[in-house]
């Protein structure tokens, strides 16, 4: 099961595109209170966002941003039937990615 949850709605000939992430976002600073050790950072370093397999979205996120983060953006255009791909790479290496058809 992906980590990704999208919803999409079109308004006024846009596509509003929201997605929340299920990440812990730690940024390495804090600590577990059983044995007060340093959690280690774990955080997503870049997300993409695809329209129809064109790259409309990639950025670099940091460990700053909270746990499971949410995004959302309004696509200008957007067609009933085309596909969203979200993706991301977080600093231990893992990655996710999710699709979505606009309806």
Known sequence: MSSIKIRTK?????TQI???I????EHGRNRDSKTNALIPAHFIQE???????????TGN???NISKDPYFA??????????K???S????????????????
Do not use: S
Request: no cysteine; glycine share 10%.
């Open 10 to 14: 079109r308004i006024d000939g846009k």
């Open 18 to 20: 929201r997605m929340l």
């Open 22 to 25: 299920a990440h812990p976002m």
């Open 47 to 57: 997300l993409t966002v695809e329209h129809n397999k064109n790259v409309i979205i």
């Open 61 to 63: 996120t940091g460990a």
């Open 73 to 82: 953006f309004t696509l200008k255009g957007g067609n009933p039937g085309d």
């Open 84 to 86: 969203i791909t979200i």
């Open 88 to 103: 991301w790479v977080d600093n231990l290496g893992n990655e996710d990615a999710q699709e979505h058809i606009i309806n």
